[in-house]
């Protein structure tokens, strides 16, 4: 089973500032991995597919980066909106794919 | 409108059984994976199954394997999972989820979920 191990546990932001949040596989997922934000009391939404592309309607202030084991989300401009926890998913060791253990965004 | 209607969740002892189900509208049901995903009440997301298409792909998580089967009626527009010899570990809000695609990739529609509590 591939392991995926997020960092920070919390990230303290102002709003306006940039937020950059770690994904690492403990293999290889190639490119094929997901970012999901979910607000409290809220079900998941799919940010990013493939490492890098945004899914529908997501702004243009997320983006994803990274290949093989090392991933990132960044919003470039935190709005209040974005505090939240946002997990990664690994899809390329089907069939089991797995998620990270999440980040929380909040409001320092 | 676009969605999924999750069901079956409920108290249950430990090692009975429980079926979900999930009801798709709005969107081509036979086209797409689609998975079972949990969530444990103050934890994280825990992917559970996945089951391609045309039902030739499935998989499940280590954790639930042997005990879970994932199944799905694409005429009836439904997802199903079939949990057996459930643990109080196995307590958890369950989605449904819907693929990008037609194998398992990621997952951009959500149903609100069903909630399972195995406790005596």
């Known amino acids: 089973e591939i392991v995926m191990t997020q960092s920070p546990a919390t990230l303290s932001v102002s709003p306006g500032e940039r937020a950059t949040l770690s994904c690492r596989a403990s293999q290889t997922v190639n490119s094929n991995l997901a970012w999901y934000q979910q607000k409290p009391g809220q079900t998941p939404r799919l940010l990013i597919y493939g490492s890098s592309t945004r899914a529908t309607g997501v702004p243009a202030r997320f983006s994803g980066s990274g290949s093989n084991t090392e991933f990132t989300l960044t919003i470039s401009s935190l709005q209040s909106e974005d505090f939240a926890v946002y997990y990664c998913q690994q899809y390329n060791d089907w069939p089991l794919l797995t998620f990270g253990g999440g980040s929380k965004v909040e409001i320092k | 409108e676009v969605q999924l209607v999750e069901s079956g969740g409920g108290l249950v002892q430990p090692g009975r059984s429980l079926r979900l189900s999930c009801a798709a509208s709005g969107f081509s049901f036979d086209g797409y994976a689609m998975h079972w995903v949990r969530q444990a009440p103050g934890k994280g997301l825990e992917w559970v199954s996945g089951i391609g298409w045309n039902s030739k792909n499935i998989g499940h998580a280590d954790s639930v394997k042997g005990r879970f089967t994932i199944s799905r009626d694409n005429a009836r527009n439904s997802l199903y999972l079939q949990m057996n010899s459930l643990r109080a570990e196995d307590t958890a809000l369950y989605y449904c989820?819907?693929?990008?695609?037609?194998?398992?990739?990621?997952?951009?529609?959500w149903g609100q979920g069903t909630m399972v509590t195995v406790s005596s």
């Open positions: 989820a819907k693929d990008i695609g037609g194998e398992p990739h990621a997952f951009d529609l």
